[in-house]
């Protein structure tokens, strides 16, 4: 028997009556094949046996990698009896992965991986996993982990699209996936690839699009991708250099100033950032983020009234966010209305449970040091 993580494998022989009910050429019958055993169980009758006991088996064995020298029949016999099965598998992952069940969407993954090892469509669908991974922990304040989660999601999809002919779908997820990570260069490249064959409509006149805003913004500039990311690996006085390079020739792009914000509200000096941040809104940055960003540093130099209105208006753009959710918490708390803010922080814990913020506020909302400091 063979364990898996909470799995163990026999290995049976398969009965001249069972096996006179597969179709000829599809099992050997002098080679065992492994069936998943019951939890608890030892042994296994095969007088129970069925076709959707074997394939499991199977599977866990080709993506455990022995016995190697059966690899190349199991997986055979599993294309054999179940031709539609990375249809199958890839549909189940993306359900774990959008559930947020990344530990089993990943094992399913490999799974594939071992059964359709030079697959583009397995490894898109591993980008897109570690894609959606990476913006759970985010979400979740875990930002290291995911910076990691980022780009290990990053390194898939260039082996996703490194064939000769890539998935059409694959070069537009990770078009906007490089530019979520600031890398308008790489966005640029994909978007082209993607609208040099994709069919007339909605999805390449956005490609189309985008990449006419990054011309024209000269968002693949070097001195931003390199601002970028000095500040987000904590080097923002590096950051901010490469910024007022690229703001001497960019002095309208609404972005570079939201970069030299959040650089500056990273270095607690929230008058600057708050000047900054209402240069971007200025220049029509009128996104979430920045109006977020700018509550930030009013909330900081106790401007609350403005705060609230600008956080009021991200959260009407983008109503789920919760950073927006819980920072109207921390302005309630700064206010003296416990109730309030602890509502605001209830709100971040019933879209993302494991929030550590909200998680922390509530403890401190709960303590009667916090009650006697309000």
Same mark, same amino acid.
């Given at each position: 028997?063979?364990?898996?993580?909470?799995?163990?494998?026999?290995?049976?022989?398969?009965?001249?009556?069972?096996?006179? +009910?597969? !179709?000829?050429?599809?099992?050997?019958?002098?080679?065992?094949?492994?069936?998943?055993? !019951?939890?608890?169980?030892?042994?296994?009758?095969?007088?129970?046996?069925?076709?959707?006991?074997?394939?499991?088996?199977?599977?866990?064995? @080709?993506?455990?990698?022995?016995?190697?020298?059966?690899?190349?029949?199991?997986?055979? $016999?599993?294309?054999?009896?179940?031709?539609?099965?990375?249809?199958?598998?890839?549909?189940?992952?993306?359900?774990?992965?959008?559930?947020?069940?990344?530990?089993?969407?990943?094992?399913?993954?490999?799974?594939?991986?071992?059964?359709?090892?030079?697959?583009?469509?397995?490894?898109?669908?591993?980008?897109?996993?570690?894609?959606?991974?990476?913006?759970?922990?985010?979400?979740?304040?875990?930002?290291?982990?995911?910076?990691?989660?980022?780009?290990?999601?990053?390194?898939?999809?260039?082996?996703?699209?490194?064939?000769?002919?890539?998935?059409?779908?694959?070069?537009? $997820?990770?078009?906007?996936?490089?530019?979520?990570?600031?890398?308008?260069?790489?966005?640029?490249?994909?978007?082209?690839?993607?609208?040099?064959?994709?069919?007339?409509?909605?999805q390449k006149e956005r490609a189309?699009?985008?990449?006419?805003?990054?011309?024209?913004?000269?968002?693949?500039?070097?001195?931003?991708?390199?601002?970028?990311?000095? @500040?987000?690996?904590?080097?923002?006085?590096?950051?901010?250099?490469?910024?007022?390079?690229?703001?001497?020739?960019?002095?309208?792009?609404?972005?570079?100033?939201?970069?030299?914000?959040?650089? *500056?509200?990273?270095?607690?000096?929230?008058?600057?950032?708050?000047?900054?941040?209402?240069?971007?809104?200025?220049?029509?940055?009128?996104?979430?983020?920045?109006? %977020?960003?700018?509550? @930030?540093?009013l909330i900081e130099l106790g401007?609350?009234?403005?705060?609230? +209105?600008?956080?009021?208006?991200? *959260?009407?753009?983008?109503?789920? %966010?919760?950073? @927006?959710?819980?920072?109207?918490?921390?302005?309630?708390?700064?206010?003296?209305?416990?109730?309030?803010?602890?509502?605001?922080?209830?709100?971040?814990?019933?879209?993302?449970?494991?929030?550590?913020?909200?998680?922390?506020? *509530?403890?401190?909302?709960?303590?009667?040091?916090?009650?006697?400091?309000?």
């Amino acid at each position: 028997m063979i364990p898996g993580d909470d799995v163990r494998l026999a290995f049976i022989t398969l009965s001249p009556e069972f096996a006179g +009910r597969i !179709p000829p050429g599809i099992l050997d019958p002098d080679i065992p094949l492994p069936v998943e055993l !019951p939890p608890g169980e030892t042994s296994f009758n095969t007088e129970n046996l069925t076709l959707d006991m074997i394939i499991p088996g199977l599977i866990r064995l @080709i993506a455990a990698g022995e016995p190697a020298e059966h690899l190349f029949y199991y997986r055979n $016999c599993v294309l054999a009896l179940r031709p539609e099965i990375e249809k199958e598998l890839s549909g189940a992952a993306l359900v774990k992965a959008k559930n947020g069940d990344f530990d089993q969407a990943h094992e399913i993954i490999r799974m594939l991986k071992a059964l359709f090892p030079a697959s583009p469509g397995v490894l898109f669908l591993a980008a897109l996993t570690l894609e959606e991974e990476a913006g759970a922990l985010e979400r979740a304040g875990q930002d290291d982990e995911a910076k990691r989660t980022a780009a290990k999601a990053e390194k898939a999809y260039r082996e996703a699209l490194a064939g000769d002919e890539p998935i059409s779908e694959a070069l537009l $997820c990770a078009a906007f996936f490089f530019m979520k990570q600031q890398d308008f260069a790489t966005a640029r490249e994909y978007f082209s690839e993607y609208a040099a064959t994709a069919p007339d409509g909605d999805q390449k006149e956005r490609a189309l699009e985008e990449i006419r805003r990054i011309e024209q913004y000269r968002l693949d500039d070097e001195h931003y991708r390199n601002a970028w990311l000095f @500040i987000s690996s904590g080097e923002e006085e590096r950051g901010m250099a490469e910024l007022r390079i690229f703001l001497e020739k960019n002095s309208s792009v609404w972005n570079g100033w939201f970069l030299l914000g959040w650089a *500056l509200r990273r270095l607690g000096r929230w008058q600057d950032g708050a000047a900054a941040f209402r240069k971007a809104l200025e220049l029509g940055g009128r996104t979430a983020d920045s109006r %977020n960003e700018l509550a @930030i540093c009013l909330i900081e130099l106790g401007e609350l009234d403005t705060a609230q +209105r600008e956080l009021e208006s991200a *959260l009407a753009y983008d109503p789920e %966010n919760v950073k @927006i959710i819980s920072n109207l918490g921390t302005l309630y708390l700064r206010r003296g209305d416990a109730a309030t803010a602890e509502s605001f922080f209830r709100t971040v814990l019933e879209l993302e449970p494991n929030d550590p913020l909200a998680q922390q506020f *509530l403890k401190r909302i709960d303590s009667e040091e916090c009650r006697k400091d309000l």
